[in-house]
Protein backbone atom coordinates (compact mmCIF):
# COMPACT_ATOMS: atom_id res chain seq x y z
CA UNK A 1 0.00 0.00 0.00
CA UNK A 2 1.16 3.43 -0.73
CA UNK A 3 0.45 6.87 0.75
CA UNK A 4 -1.78 7.36 -2.67
CA UNK A 5 -4.53 5.11 -0.52
CA UNK A 6 -8.08 5.22 0.00
CA UNK A 7 -9.80 6.05 3.01
CA UNK A 8 -9.80 6.66 6.59
CA UNK A 9 -12.84 6.62 9.42
CA UNK A 10 -12.78 7.91 12.57
CA UNK A 11 -14.86 6.57 15.41
CA UNK A 12 -15.62 8.68 18.17
CA UNK A 13 -16.31 8.49 21.81
CA UNK A 14 -16.92 11.01 24.80
CA UNK A 15 -16.88 14.88 25.04
CA UNK A 16 -16.29 17.91 22.54
CA UNK A 17 -12.59 17.72 23.25
CA UNK A 18 -12.47 14.16 21.85
CA UNK A 19 -14.56 15.08 18.77
CA UNK A 20 -11.90 18.26 18.22
CA UNK A 21 -9.10 15.60 18.69
CA UNK A 22 -11.15 13.33 15.89
CA UNK A 23 -11.27 16.41 13.74
CA UNK A 24 -7.23 16.58 14.29
CA UNK A 25 -6.67 13.13 13.40
CA UNK A 26 -8.86 13.07 10.28
CA UNK A 27 -6.26 16.14 9.37
CA UNK A 28 -3.23 14.01 9.64
CA UNK A 29 -4.29 11.32 7.87
CA UNK A 30 -5.25 13.20 4.82
CA UNK A 31 -1.62 14.58 4.68
CA UNK A 32 -0.98 10.75 3.99
CA UNK A 33 -3.63 11.34 0.88
CA UNK A 34 -6.19 9.34 2.71
CA UNK A 35 -10.13 10.68 2.67
CA UNK A 36 -12.56 10.23 4.71
CA UNK A 37 -15.26 7.65 4.04
CA UNK A 38 -18.73 7.47 5.85
CA UNK A 39 -17.95 3.85 7.49
CA UNK A 40 -15.11 1.66 8.84
CA UNK A 41 -16.11 -1.25 6.64
CA UNK A 42 -15.02 0.85 3.21
CA UNK A 43 -12.01 2.35 5.32
CA UNK A 44 -8.19 1.37 4.86
CA UNK A 45 -7.56 3.04 8.02
CA UNK A 46 -9.43 2.80 11.40
CA UNK A 47 -9.20 4.69 14.40
CA UNK A 48 -10.86 4.40 17.30
CA UNK A 49 -10.96 7.72 19.35
CA UNK A 50 -11.81 6.30 22.78
CA UNK A 51 -13.23 7.64 26.21
CA UNK A 52 -12.62 6.41 29.63
CA UNK A 53 -15.20 8.83 31.40
CA UNK A 54 -17.56 5.79 32.28
CA UNK A 55 -17.40 2.16 31.60
CA UNK A 56 -20.20 1.74 29.05
CA UNK A 57 -18.15 3.69 26.36
CA UNK A 58 -15.21 1.71 27.30
CA UNK A 59 -17.77 -1.55 26.57
CA UNK A 60 -18.65 -0.31 23.61
CA UNK A 61 -14.82 0.26 21.95
CA UNK A 62 -14.35 -3.14 23.28
CA UNK A 63 -17.34 -4.71 21.19
CA UNK A 64 -16.46 -2.64 18.24
CA UNK A 65 -12.77 -4.23 18.19
CA UNK A 66 -14.46 -7.60 18.22
CA UNK A 67 -16.18 -6.15 15.28
CA UNK A 68 -13.04 -4.78 13.96
CA UNK A 69 -11.27 -8.18 13.93
CA UNK A 70 -13.70 -9.98 11.91
CA UNK A 71 -12.79 -7.03 9.44
CA UNK A 72 -9.12 -7.76 9.43
CA UNK A 73 -9.78 -11.10 8.35
CA UNK A 74 -11.63 -10.31 5.64
CA UNK A 75 -9.76 -7.44 4.30
CA UNK A 76 -5.73 -7.66 5.05
CA UNK A 77 -3.69 -4.76 5.05
CA UNK A 78 -6.20 -2.19 6.51
CA UNK A 79 -4.71 -0.52 9.41
CA UNK A 80 -6.34 -0.35 13.05
CA UNK A 81 -5.66 2.09 15.51
CA UNK A 82 -6.84 3.13 19.53
CA UNK A 83 -6.32 6.50 20.29
CA UNK A 84 -7.78 9.00 22.97
CA UNK A 85 -8.02 8.36 26.94
CA UNK A 86 -8.37 4.82 26.75
CA UNK A 87 -5.50 4.21 25.07
CA UNK A 88 -3.75 6.54 27.29
CA UNK A 89 -4.29 4.24 30.30
CA UNK A 90 -5.70 0.87 29.24
CA UNK A 91 -3.25 0.08 26.11
CA UNK A 92 -2.15 -2.99 28.07
CA UNK A 93 -5.61 -4.40 28.10
CA UNK A 94 -6.16 -3.42 24.58
CA UNK A 95 -3.27 -5.26 23.39
CA UNK A 96 -4.33 -8.58 25.65
CA UNK A 97 -8.11 -8.50 24.23
CA UNK A 98 -7.15 -7.05 20.26
CA UNK A 99 -3.63 -8.18 19.75
CA UNK A 100 -4.73 -7.35 15.98
CA UNK A 101 -4.55 -3.54 16.93
CA UNK A 102 -1.72 -2.14 14.65
CA UNK A 103 -1.11 1.09 17.44
CA UNK A 104 -2.46 2.63 19.96
CA UNK A 105 -1.47 6.36 21.02
CA UNK A 106 -1.74 8.60 23.63
CA UNK A 107 -3.68 11.87 24.13
CA UNK A 108 -0.72 14.34 23.95
CA UNK A 109 0.35 12.15 20.15
CA UNK A 110 -1.73 12.88 17.99
CA UNK A 111 0.58 14.53 15.67
CA UNK A 112 2.39 10.73 15.72
CA UNK A 113 0.12 9.52 13.64
CA UNK A 114 1.08 9.46 10.18
CA UNK A 115 4.18 8.21 11.04
CA UNK A 116 2.70 5.13 13.24
CA UNK A 117 0.05 4.37 9.94
CA UNK A 118 3.42 4.81 7.44
CA UNK A 119 5.13 2.14 10.08
CA UNK A 120 1.98 -0.29 9.56
CA UNK A 121 1.98 -0.18 6.01
CA UNK A 122 5.56 -0.69 5.98
CA UNK A 123 5.70 -3.52 8.26
CA UNK A 124 2.91 -5.33 6.30
CA UNK A 125 3.32 -3.92 3.14
CA UNK A 126 -0.31 -2.94 3.44
CA UNK A 127 -0.94 -6.74 2.26
CA UNK A 128 -0.03 -9.07 5.15
CA UNK A 129 -2.07 -11.61 6.26
CA UNK A 130 -4.54 -10.84 8.88
CA UNK A 131 -3.22 -13.79 11.05
CA UNK A 132 0.39 -12.11 11.21
CA UNK A 133 -0.95 -8.78 12.85
CA UNK A 134 -3.06 -11.05 14.99
CA UNK A 135 -0.33 -12.29 16.69
CA UNK A 136 0.96 -9.23 17.58
CA UNK A 137 3.84 -8.58 15.21
CA UNK A 138 5.20 -4.57 15.36
CA UNK A 139 2.70 -2.87 17.13
CA UNK A 140 3.49 0.09 18.18
CA UNK A 141 3.21 1.98 21.06
CA UNK A 142 3.51 6.37 21.41
CA UNK A 143 2.37 6.60 25.10
CA UNK A 144 4.62 8.38 27.95
CA UNK A 145 7.02 5.85 29.20
CA UNK A 146 5.85 4.52 32.64
CA UNK A 147 2.65 3.09 33.22
CA UNK A 148 0.14 5.79 34.13
CA UNK A 149 2.63 8.74 33.47
CA UNK A 150 0.43 11.59 32.31
CA UNK A 151 1.07 13.82 29.09
CA UNK A 152 2.57 17.40 29.69
CA UNK A 153 2.88 18.14 26.12
CA UNK A 154 0.34 20.52 24.36
CA UNK A 155 -0.39 18.57 20.99
CA UNK A 156 0.18 19.55 18.23
CA UNK A 157 -2.13 21.06 15.71
CA UNK A 158 -3.14 19.48 12.19
CA UNK A 159 -2.65 22.09 9.61
CA UNK A 160 -5.46 22.68 7.72
CA UNK A 161 -9.02 23.35 8.70
CA UNK A 162 -12.63 22.12 7.15
CA UNK A 163 -14.63 24.57 6.08
CA UNK A 164 -17.96 24.83 8.55
CA UNK A 165 -19.48 27.81 10.14
CA UNK A 166 -18.58 26.04 13.69
CA UNK A 167 -15.48 25.29 15.39
CA UNK A 168 -14.00 24.21 18.54
CA UNK A 169 -10.61 25.74 19.56
CA UNK A 170 -8.57 23.74 22.45
CA UNK A 171 -7.40 26.74 24.53
CA UNK A 172 -5.79 24.78 27.77
CA UNK A 173 -5.74 20.41 28.25
CA UNK A 174 -5.26 18.23 31.12
CA UNK A 175 -6.74 19.07 34.58
CA UNK A 176 -5.13 19.88 38.13
CA UNK A 177 -8.24 19.36 40.28
CA UNK A 178 -8.77 15.06 41.14
CA UNK A 179 -11.81 14.93 41.51
CA UNK A 180 -12.09 11.61 43.53
CA UNK A 181 -14.09 9.92 40.60
CA UNK A 182 -12.84 11.59 37.73
CA UNK A 183 -10.27 10.01 35.41
CA UNK A 184 -8.90 12.86 33.10
CA UNK A 185 -5.89 14.06 35.11
CA UNK A 186 -4.85 10.18 34.34
CA UNK A 187 -5.69 10.47 31.04
CA UNK A 188 -5.02 14.31 29.82
CA UNK A 189 -2.32 15.02 32.08
CA UNK A 190 -1.90 18.29 34.15
CA UNK A 191 -3.38 21.57 33.31
CA UNK A 192 -1.21 23.62 30.48
CA UNK A 193 -2.93 26.06 28.82
CA UNK A 194 -2.00 27.84 24.91
CA UNK A 195 -0.18 30.54 24.46
CA UNK A 196 -2.32 33.31 23.94
CA UNK A 197 -0.60 34.24 20.46
CA UNK A 198 -1.44 30.94 18.86
CA UNK A 199 -4.98 30.66 20.34
CA UNK A 200 -5.80 33.99 18.47
CA UNK A 201 -3.88 33.14 15.54
CA UNK A 202 -6.29 30.10 15.43
CA UNK A 203 -9.54 31.81 15.67
CA UNK A 204 -8.69 34.72 13.26
CA UNK A 205 -7.52 31.87 10.33
CA UNK A 206 -10.48 30.10 11.50
CA UNK A 207 -12.94 33.45 10.94
CA UNK A 208 -11.16 33.66 7.66
CA UNK A 209 -12.36 30.52 6.77
CA UNK A 210 -15.93 31.42 7.07
CA UNK A 211 -16.20 30.43 10.70
CA UNK A 212 -19.28 32.05 12.52
CA UNK A 213 -19.34 30.68 15.72
CA UNK A 214 -16.18 29.37 18.20
CA UNK A 215 -16.78 27.24 21.02
CA UNK A 216 -13.72 27.27 23.24
CA UNK A 217 -12.68 23.82 24.55
CA UNK A 218 -10.75 22.86 27.96
CA UNK A 219 -11.48 20.64 30.82
CA UNK A 220 -11.48 23.44 33.28
CA UNK A 221 -11.71 25.37 30.28
CA UNK A 222 -11.83 29.42 32.59
CA UNK A 223 -8.95 27.79 34.67
CA UNK A 224 -7.38 29.42 31.52
CA UNK A 225 -3.72 31.07 31.76
CA UNK A 226 -1.58 30.33 34.22
CA UNK A 227 1.67 29.88 33.60
CA UNK A 228 1.94 30.69 30.48
CA UNK A 229 5.08 32.42 28.64
CA UNK A 230 3.73 36.07 28.43
CA UNK A 231 2.31 36.12 31.90
CA UNK A 232 -0.97 35.71 33.26
CA UNK A 233 -3.91 35.81 30.64
CA UNK A 234 -7.21 35.58 32.86
CA UNK A 235 -10.04 33.75 30.87
CA UNK A 236 -12.34 36.77 30.74
CA UNK A 237 -9.54 38.94 28.91
CA UNK A 238 -9.35 36.11 26.30
CA UNK A 239 -12.71 35.87 26.27
CA UNK A 240 -12.79 39.95 25.08
CA UNK A 241 -9.82 39.51 22.86
CA UNK A 242 -11.55 36.70 20.84
CA UNK A 243 -15.04 38.57 20.85
CA UNK A 244 -13.24 41.51 18.97
CA UNK A 245 -12.41 39.30 16.04
CA UNK A 246 -14.06 40.55 12.88
CA UNK A 247 -16.05 37.57 11.14
CA UNK A 248 -16.99 35.96 14.93
CA UNK A 249 -20.56 36.26 15.06
CA UNK A 250 -20.66 33.76 18.21
CA UNK A 251 -18.49 32.59 20.86
CA UNK A 252 -19.13 29.68 23.55
CA UNK A 253 -16.95 27.82 25.98
CA UNK A 254 -17.52 24.57 27.43
CA UNK A 255 -16.79 23.36 30.55
CA UNK A 256 -16.00 25.91 32.87
CA UNK A 257 -14.98 24.92 36.75
CA UNK A 258 -17.06 26.72 39.78
CA UNK A 259 -14.54 27.67 41.76
CA UNK A 260 -12.23 29.40 39.12
CA UNK A 261 -15.24 31.16 37.80
CA UNK A 262 -14.75 34.93 38.85
CA UNK A 263 -16.81 37.78 38.86
CA UNK A 264 -14.99 39.42 35.67
CA UNK A 265 -16.54 35.95 34.26
CA UNK A 266 -19.60 36.78 34.83
CA UNK A 267 -19.29 40.48 33.63
CA UNK A 268 -17.25 39.28 30.26
CA UNK A 269 -20.39 37.05 29.86
CA UNK A 270 -23.31 40.05 30.15
CA UNK A 271 -21.37 42.83 28.41
CA UNK A 272 -19.22 40.72 25.39
CA UNK A 273 -21.72 40.76 22.21
CA UNK A 274 -20.65 37.71 20.83
CA UNK A 275 -19.95 35.46 23.64
CA UNK A 276 -23.66 33.58 24.11
CA UNK A 277 -25.65 33.85 27.31
CA UNK A 278 -25.17 29.86 27.77
CA UNK A 279 -23.22 28.76 30.53
CA UNK A 280 -22.76 24.72 31.34
CA UNK A 281 -21.42 24.97 35.17
CA UNK A 282 -21.05 21.05 36.24
CA UNK A 283 -22.55 20.91 39.57
CA UNK A 284 -22.18 17.00 40.17
CA UNK A 285 -24.44 16.65 43.38
CA UNK A 286 -25.83 19.45 45.61
CA UNK A 287 -24.90 18.00 49.03
CA UNK A 288 -21.51 19.87 50.73
CA UNK A 289 -20.70 16.13 52.35
CA UNK A 290 -20.60 14.99 48.78
CA UNK A 291 -19.10 17.41 47.16
CA UNK A 292 -16.09 18.03 50.07
CA UNK A 293 -15.53 13.96 49.62
CA UNK A 294 -15.72 14.47 45.83
CA UNK A 295 -12.90 17.36 46.43
CA UNK A 296 -15.13 19.52 44.42
CA UNK A 297 -13.71 22.40 45.94
CA UNK A 298 -16.99 24.44 46.47
CA UNK A 299 -19.93 24.60 48.50
CA UNK A 300 -23.49 24.46 47.50
CA UNK A 301 -24.05 27.85 48.58
CA UNK A 302 -20.66 28.83 46.27
CA UNK A 303 -21.89 27.43 43.34
CA UNK A 304 -25.74 28.99 44.28
CA UNK A 305 -23.75 32.08 44.11
CA UNK A 306 -22.49 31.73 40.74
CA UNK A 307 -26.21 31.12 39.35
CA UNK A 308 -27.56 33.95 40.68
CA UNK A 309 -24.78 35.94 39.64
CA UNK A 310 -25.48 34.90 36.56
CA UNK A 311 -28.90 34.96 36.67
CA UNK A 312 -28.80 38.35 37.48
CA UNK A 313 -26.22 39.89 34.96
CA UNK A 314 -27.17 37.82 31.93
CA UNK A 315 -31.57 38.20 32.10
CA UNK A 316 -32.81 35.58 29.86
CA UNK A 317 -29.53 33.21 29.63
CA UNK A 318 -29.41 29.57 30.11
CA UNK A 319 -27.60 27.37 32.77
CA UNK A 320 -26.98 23.53 32.25
CA UNK A 321 -25.27 21.25 34.15
CA UNK A 322 -23.79 17.89 34.94
CA UNK A 323 -25.27 15.61 37.70
CA UNK A 324 -23.92 12.47 38.99
CA UNK A 325 -25.77 10.02 41.00
CA UNK A 326 -24.85 6.87 43.10
CA UNK A 327 -21.65 8.20 43.75
CA UNK A 328 -20.15 5.67 46.34
CA UNK A 329 -21.91 6.58 49.99
CA UNK A 330 -24.60 9.00 48.69
CA UNK A 331 -27.43 8.50 50.81
CA UNK A 332 -31.26 8.61 50.36
CA UNK A 333 -31.54 12.27 52.27
CA UNK A 334 -28.62 12.92 49.96
CA UNK A 335 -30.26 12.14 46.87
CA UNK A 336 -32.87 14.38 48.21
CA UNK A 337 -30.75 17.02 49.09
CA UNK A 338 -29.83 16.68 44.84
CA UNK A 339 -33.31 16.35 44.04
CA UNK A 340 -34.55 19.76 45.78
CA UNK A 341 -32.07 21.54 44.53
CA UNK A 342 -32.72 20.81 40.76
CA UNK A 343 -36.42 21.39 41.18
CA UNK A 344 -35.65 24.81 42.82
CA UNK A 345 -33.04 25.94 40.63
CA UNK A 346 -34.18 24.79 37.38
CA UNK A 347 -31.84 24.22 35.46
CA UNK A 348 -32.29 24.87 31.26
CA UNK A 349 -31.11 21.15 30.84
CA UNK A 350 -28.36 18.67 32.23
CA UNK A 351 -26.44 15.87 31.76
CA UNK A 352 -27.17 13.51 33.91
CA UNK A 353 -25.61 10.20 34.72
CA UNK A 354 -25.03 7.24 37.27
CA UNK A 355 -21.31 7.40 38.69
CA UNK A 356 -19.92 4.34 37.64
CA UNK A 357 -15.98 3.26 39.66
CA UNK A 358 -12.95 4.41 36.94
CA UNK A 359 -9.83 2.18 37.93
CA UNK A 360 -7.25 3.96 39.36
CA UNK A 361 -9.23 6.99 41.07
CA UNK A 362 -9.43 7.30 44.81
CA UNK A 363 -13.60 6.93 44.56
CA UNK A 364 -13.18 3.31 42.70
CA UNK A 365 -12.10 2.07 45.89
CA UNK A 366 -14.23 3.03 48.47
CA UNK A 367 -16.49 0.91 50.07
CA UNK A 368 -19.74 1.82 50.37
CA UNK A 369 -20.72 1.89 46.21
CA UNK A 370 -24.08 2.15 45.95
CA UNK A 371 -26.12 -1.21 44.56
CA UNK A 372 -26.54 -0.66 40.44
CA UNK A 373 -30.65 -0.70 41.07
CA UNK A 374 -30.94 1.61 43.32
CA UNK A 375 -28.59 3.80 40.95
CA UNK A 376 -30.45 3.21 38.31
CA UNK A 377 -33.91 4.61 40.31
CA UNK A 378 -32.40 7.41 41.01
CA UNK A 379 -30.89 8.27 37.87
CA UNK A 380 -34.25 8.02 36.57
CA UNK A 381 -36.20 10.05 39.08
CA UNK A 382 -33.76 12.89 37.77
CA UNK A 383 -34.26 12.64 34.90
CA UNK A 384 -38.22 12.56 34.55
CA UNK A 385 -37.72 16.08 36.74
CA UNK A 386 -35.22 17.61 34.84
CA UNK A 387 -37.03 16.51 31.49
CA UNK A 388 -40.36 17.84 33.17
CA UNK A 389 -38.25 21.52 33.88
CA UNK A 390 -36.40 21.46 30.71
CA UNK A 391 -39.84 21.12 28.41
CA UNK A 392 -41.64 23.95 30.77
CA UNK A 393 -38.86 26.35 30.57
CA UNK A 394 -39.14 25.61 26.12
CA UNK A 395 -42.53 26.22 26.04
CA UNK A 396 -42.27 29.35 28.66
CA UNK A 397 -40.31 30.56 25.30
CA UNK A 398 -43.53 30.15 22.96
CA UNK A 399 -43.86 33.87 21.98
CA UNK A 400 -40.41 34.98 22.00
CA UNK A 401 -38.02 35.92 19.20
CA UNK A 402 -34.91 34.66 19.08
CA UNK A 403 -31.61 34.62 16.67
CA UNK A 404 -30.45 31.40 15.30
CA UNK A 405 -27.11 30.94 13.14
CA UNK A 406 -28.54 28.73 10.53
CA UNK A 407 -26.54 25.41 10.43
CA UNK A 408 -28.39 23.55 7.29
CA UNK A 409 -31.21 21.43 5.97
CA UNK A 410 -33.39 20.57 9.20
CA UNK A 411 -33.09 16.65 9.87
CA UNK A 412 -37.09 16.54 10.32
CA UNK A 413 -38.36 17.97 7.42
CA UNK A 414 -36.82 18.86 4.03
CA UNK A 415 -38.30 21.90 3.94
CA UNK A 416 -37.20 23.03 6.81
CA UNK A 417 -33.94 24.45 8.32
CA UNK A 418 -32.39 23.94 11.58
CA UNK A 419 -29.93 26.00 14.01
CA UNK A 420 -29.01 26.61 17.21
CA UNK A 421 -29.99 30.26 19.69
CA UNK A 422 -27.41 32.05 21.45
CA UNK A 423 -28.63 29.95 24.59
CA UNK A 424 -28.38 26.67 22.60
CA UNK A 425 -31.62 25.30 22.02
CA UNK A 426 -32.33 24.22 18.23
CA UNK A 427 -34.99 25.48 16.40
CA UNK A 428 -36.23 24.19 13.16
CA UNK A 429 -38.25 26.56 10.71
CA UNK A 430 -39.20 27.09 7.43
CA UNK A 431 -36.82 27.63 4.72
CA UNK A 432 -34.08 27.06 2.00
CA UNK A 433 -30.60 27.23 2.06
CA UNK A 434 -30.52 28.82 -1.46
CA UNK A 435 -32.08 31.83 0.33
CA UNK A 436 -30.99 31.52 3.76
CA UNK A 437 -27.29 29.84 3.47
CA UNK A 438 -25.42 27.86 6.43
CA UNK A 439 -24.32 30.78 8.44
CA UNK A 440 -26.79 33.06 8.36
CA UNK A 441 -28.22 34.75 11.32
CA UNK A 442 -32.07 34.55 11.39
CA UNK A 443 -34.99 35.82 13.59
CA UNK A 444 -37.37 33.40 14.15
CA UNK A 445 -40.41 33.51 16.53
CA UNK A 446 -41.05 30.68 18.56
CA UNK A 447 -43.96 28.69 17.81
CA UNK A 448 -43.74 25.63 19.65
CA UNK A 449 -41.82 24.34 22.85
CA UNK A 450 -40.29 20.58 23.08
CA UNK A 451 -37.54 19.41 25.69
CA UNK A 452 -34.77 20.43 23.90
CA UNK A 453 -35.81 23.07 20.99
CA UNK A 454 -38.60 24.96 19.27
CA UNK A 455 -40.36 25.04 16.27
CA UNK A 456 -40.86 28.38 14.61
CA UNK A 457 -41.42 30.77 11.69
CA UNK A 458 -38.96 33.13 10.56
CA UNK A 459 -39.82 37.09 11.55
S1 LIG B 1 -12.44 19.29 37.38
FE1 LIG B 1 -12.73 17.25 38.27
S2 LIG B 1 -14.34 16.33 36.98
FE2 LIG B 1 -13.50 18.09 35.82
S3 LIG B 1 -11.90 17.17 34.54
FE3 LIG B 1 -10.89 17.92 36.42
S4 LIG B 1 -10.84 16.12 37.78
FE4 LIG B 1 -12.33 15.69 36.14
Excluded at 94 to 112: E, H, K, N, W, Y
Excluded at 296 to 320: H, M, N, S
Excluded at 339 to 366: I, L, N
Aim: glycine share 8%; aromatic share 6%; proline share 6%.
Amino acid sequence: MTETAKGYHVLTWGCQMNEEDSEQMGLYLEQLGLAPVATAAEADVILLNTCSVRRKPEEKVFSKLGELRELKEERAGIVVGVCGCMAQIEHEEILRRAPFVDFVVGTGQISALPDLVRAAWARTDGQAPAAVRRKGAGRALDLPERKGAVVSDIPHRAPGRRPSIKAHVPIMYGCDKFCTFCVVPLTRGRERSRPTADVMAEVRELAALGVREITLLGQTVNSYGKNLPEGRVPFAQLLGMIDGVEGIERVRFTSPYPRDFTDELVEAIAALPHVCEHVHLPLQVADDALLRHMHRGYTLAEFDVIVQKLRAAVPGGAITTDLMLGYPGETDEQFRNTMEYVAATRFDAAFMFAYSPRPGTKAADMPDQVPQDVKVARLNALIDLQNRISAEKCRACVGDVVEVLVEGPSSRNAAMLSGHTRTLRMVHFPGATEATPPGSLVRVRVEEGGLTGFLGTPV
